[in-house]
């Protein structure tokens, strides 16, 4: 495991101009962490590149996107895409004529999935049918930004493949119970890890959330080494997440959301970027703090941490603006509550003993307990009674100001990376919004 090596400084460095290439290597969908990182881009005056996840025909085979489908995606984006589909994972791989993992599990319920057993000798045939595909597309995808980005410039990858979740009913309500769940409807993530199920689903998160960073800086050092020889440079970052130190008791102290089951490949991640750092090359995986997204929005509780960041926006210096911010999540209250005892409500969570136990970086990520899921799940739901709109919550505004804090940090300590693992925590994330604002 990685040591927590948290980012203490504010970067100012930058080695990136008009002229210089910015590849996003992974479908921009929604409004995420990778904005961020773009809005820096084109502050730069860099030529934006993007690639594609492609889309499943009626037939469930990958293709291209439409011209309608392509217009709409590079608008979002902001730049060109190369249309060749890079979706990553193999659970939908197989060798003709066999079945996917995807149709392997397809049958599974509630009464039986945890006693299912899978051919692992077929799973085995699909994840390389998945990768070799990956791989070939991905060479396409190389050829092609070989000739987009000149001699001379330099070139910033910035990875945000993650997930890996098969298509299958009965994971949303294995997930229902695990992330969501208390009382009777609790259910322990060992379950899910123990599981056939579990292992062939941590096998894809592994493929999506972290081998394609590897396969990405593979792929693309044809590229790094013409542009070595002609005065540029590559960097690669990716988004990971391992914790985060927040405000409790007026210290910053590492804690995690528990149980996050992508925390292996994460970790996996984590150990792609050391490789590649002891090779020469500067990648960095950034560990963000917890925020809401549509992703997201199954672990409940995950947004709990992000409420001691009002106070560490008064601690790091943010002034008036800071009050601009505590008065604007006031607002979205109801009427007779304070903001303040959420904040108390928070710091009683946080010392809770059912939540404080977990608070053990070298056992991350570890499983739930039934415990642990009545306090956070019951101490959600009591915050987001207390708000006059569930859809306007204290949560997204803070997780909006993570974003934009994230974004110049990953990008100008990317020109001169101290590590291949470094921490985004409350701390450094508050005294970025300061010099922002």
Known sequence: MSALTPLRDLPTANIFRAGDVFV??????????ANGLIDEARRAGMTILGITVGRRDENDRLRPLTGEELQEAEGRLGGRIINIPLMAGFDMDAPEGTPTPTALVADLKLTNWQEAKLDWAQIERCREVGVARFKSAL????????????????VFFAHTMAGGIPKTKVFLAIANRIYKGRGERFMSSRALLDSDLGKMILMN?????????????????????RLAKSGGEARYTAYGY????????GQYQWQTYTNYTQGYAKMRLERHA????????????????????????IF???????????????????????????????????????????????????????IARFRNFAAWPMDNSAELAEVMVGTSEEI????????????DHLSALVLEGTGPLMFHEASAPHGPVLWLNHDIIARQLAKLH
């Open 300 to 354: 409940v509780g995950v947004e709990l941490s992000l409420f001691p960041l009002l106070t560490a926006l008064q601690k790091e210096g943010c002034g008036a603006w800071a009050e601009q911010q505590w008065t604007e999540c006031q607002s979205l209250l109801q009427d007779g509550v304070q903001l303040q005892q959420i904040l108390d409500k928070i710091e009683r969570y946080n010392n809770d003993p059912a």
């Open 205 to 225: 998160f592994d493929e999506v959330t972290a081998n394609t960073f590897q396969y990405l800086i593979e792929g693309s050092s044809g590229i790094r080494a």
């Open 384 to 395: 987001v009674e207390l708000h006059k709109d569930r859809k306007a919550l204290i949560s």
């Open 242 to 249: 391992h914790g985060t130190e927040i405000l409790i008791n």
């Open 139 to 154: 060479a396409q995808v190389m050829t092609e930004l070989d000739q987009a980005i000149p001699d001379g410039a330099n």
């Open 24 to 33: 996003l290597f992974g479908e921009l969908f929604g409004r995420g962490y």
């Open 274 to 297: 050391e490789a590649a750092w002891a090779q020469g090359v500067k990648a960095t995986v950034f560990n963000c703090p917890e925020i809401r997204t549509n992703s997201s929005d």
